[in-house]
């Protein structure tokens, strides 16, 4: 920690010699965002740390939600692996209120390794893991699980039309996370983008990991953009339903994509508009996967086995 | 006065003054990539590290500034 140490002469520290900031000082650009919170539920603590450094960790997320304001960085530490069950998981139902924008919460996973998947696991048996109300959500390296959600829901994005209090499907994004067994649902908005994210249907393929944009709020939600996403089904069974469900949102774009066996369509849209490109699908053509409701079908390769 | 020392030359208590600065952790993803590394792990590969460290260079030509939150989407799109 930097100190300066001189005579107090009339409320002034005077200092002789000549002072060079290194770092920490007036820095002539500002943040893009305010600060920096860490998460570690093995050795964090809510009430005695401030969550600012990596050893001085909050416990929860929702501790770290709770404290920070828009365009903050959130970084999670996964939780003990054991041989039986794997990695162990975050617990918490968590929401993201409006005034907390531009939120970035970021998983810390062994990116060596990227065929495992982020290794953060988040899961909650009462519903959804994270609500979010804010809009430009930034979300890496998370693992949802959603087993048994009676929602279906593992990520909540609101939208409430022309009331501008939730916004959670306003510019959204999703890197590198996986959901197995439930959904990233919005409600509508403008612009949520879904990359390189992984969704497992439940074991059993009752559940169906995937992505749900509805217009609850009927406000022409748009721009709903899904690339390079792998969609599987259960444990050597299909998915029971459909991976991605889009209704009445304008200028989708569903992007290099690979579609495990469904014993529905892959994809339903209703009422939309937009295009689905270069995805990989199993099935005879893109009529016996694809309920195009009014999405363009371009590029996409079918297999049968 | 406590333990402070005097000074006899400007005549006047010793004081300490801390800054404190928002955050040593890094001002850009990639030094605080490269600071959670020596913490607890990574958050991307070393090839998105690469990618964002140009990107803030690019950045930084461009608006004069360093401080730049790169997320390994904008890393991906760079070939």
């Known amino acids: 920690m930097p ?32 600060q920096i919170f860490f998460v570690d539920g093995v050795n964090g603590s809510d009430t005695k740390n401030t969550g600012r450094t990596p050893d001085r960790a909050f416990a929860t997320i929702a501790k770290a939600v709770s404290v920070a304001a828009r365009g903050d960085v959130i970084y999670v530490r996964p ?48 519903g959804v893991c994270l609500t979010v109300d804010a809009p430009a959500l930034h979300v890496e390296n998370l693992g949802f699980f959603a087993e048994g959600v009676t929602t279906g829901a593992a990520v909540l994005l609101t939208h409430d039309a022309t009331a501008y209090l939730k916004r959670g499907g306003d510019a959204a994004t999703f890197y590198n996370c996986t959901v197995k067994a439930g959904l990233i649902k919005t409600q509508g908005g403008d612009g949520l983008y879904i990359r390189n994210c992984i969704f497992n249907a439940m074991w ?3 559940y169906a990991g995937g992505i749900y944009a509805v217009s ?33 949102f304008g200028a989708v774009l569903i ?51 | ?44 590969t070393d090839e998105q590290l690469d990618k964002i460290k140009h990107l803030e260079r690019k950045a930084k030509d461009k608006f004069g500034s360093n401080p730049n939150f790169v997320s390994p989407i904008d890393a991906d799109e760079v070939k």
Not at chain 1, 18 to 23: A, H, I, K, T, Y
Not at chain 1, 281 to 299: E, N, P
């Open chain 1, 204 to 206: 059993d393929g009752t």
């Open chain 1, 3 to 34: 100190l300066i140490k001189g005579p107090k002469v009339k409320g002034y520290i005077e200092v002789d010699e000549n002072v060079r900031f290194m770092r920490n000082v007036a820095t002539r650009y500002a943040l893009p965002w305010s």
């Open chain 1, 255 to 305: 992007a290099d994509c690979i579609f495990d066996a469904c014993d529905v369509d892959a994809i339903i849209a209703d009422d939309s508009t937009g295009v689905i490109s270069c995805c990989h699908f199993i099935g005879a053509d893109d009529d016996a996967v694809i309920t195009k409701g009014g999405l363009l079908v371009t590029g996409c390769t079918y297999l049968q086995t």
């Open chain 2, 1 to 44: 006065m406590g333990n402070r020392p005097y000074s006899y030359r400007r005549g006047g208590w010793m004081a300490n003054i801390i800054i404190k600065g928002k955050s040593n952790f890094g001002r850009t993803r990639s030094e605080q990539e490269q600071n959670l590394r020596k913490e607890w792990g990574s958050t991307i």
């Open chain 1, 216 to 248: 609850d709020s009927g406000h022409n939600p748009r721009r709903l953009k899904i690339r390079d996403c792998t969609f599987q089904g259960g444990n050597i069974v299909p998915s029971a339903a459909a991976y991605i469900t889009v209704t009445s």
């Open chain 1, 79 to 126: 939780l003990l692996a054991t041989y039986t069950h794997g990695f162990d998981r975050y617990t918490e139902q968590v929401t993201v209120p409006l005034a907390k924008h531009d939120l970035s919460i970021i998983g810390v996973t062994n990116s060596l390794n990227p065929e495992f998947g982020p290794k953060l696991a988040w899961t909650t048996p009462a």
